[in-house]
């Protein structure tokens, strides 16, 4: 069976994305996916019912769309994603790394969440689409997935991915400050009368451009390796493109 390329956890303007469900919807068709689930958040003060359901059943794509929401676990910090099908509903443990959490504390919530009654069937191995391989492990039992948690659009040259951390090595200000000012040193040349006497307010474009490139992320420091694309039952796979 061919994988099909898609993003199971993506935000609209009906909670605190900044794109409407038709714009996000476009945005992936421009990317080349095949499938779509709408997860706003289920306590949102933007969240309408049934507006929000009504909206996400009439969208016309040539992708498969998918109505879901991404629920908070009541007794502590912890979002669900809860995706529906025609005949099923898909549970997701969502974004593990953003809490920290180990493998251990992992699977105690896991347990708690399922005897609440939210049968959990997959996990996010990443946080808003950047791989977190602690999680990618057998020693949880549940399916691995790949999402976007899309927010905003990315517009760097890579395609929506997103943003990397400061530490990682592959982040923009570890591996391109050299090469950048080299590239630029002739475009922003300064004149050989310059000082920082006669122009004390004049300011080097290197920061200014390393700080649009931390904002936007990298072409490649976001991508995910095709490892990534996990299918949970023959159902499901995702790959994180957008941010």
Partial sequence: M????GNLHAHTTFSDGIRTPSGL??????????FLAVTDHFDHDNLVHPEYEETIAALDSRLL???GIELGYGRFDQHVGRVHGDTETL??????ARYRLTVAETLDRMREIRRAGWPLEAMEITDTGMYRPLYD???IPLAKIATDDAHRPRLDRGGGV???????PRHPRRRLPRRLREALASRFRRPASWSRQSAPRLRSPVPRT????RRF???????LPPALLHQSNGRFCSQGEIG
């Fill in 2 to 5: 061919a994988l099909l390329k």
């Fill in 25 to 34: 919807v476009a945005e992936y068709e421009e990317r080349g996916y095949d």
């Fill in 65 to 67: 769309i998918f109505r």
């Fill in 91 to 96: 549970y997701i443990l969502n974004h593990p």
């Fill in 137 to 139: 492990t057998e020693a």
């Fill in 162 to 168: 997103a943003r990397p951390r400061r530490d990682h």
């Fill in 210 to 213: 390393l700080r649009k490139i």
């Fill in 217 to 223: 992320g990298s072409g490649t420091a976001g991508a």
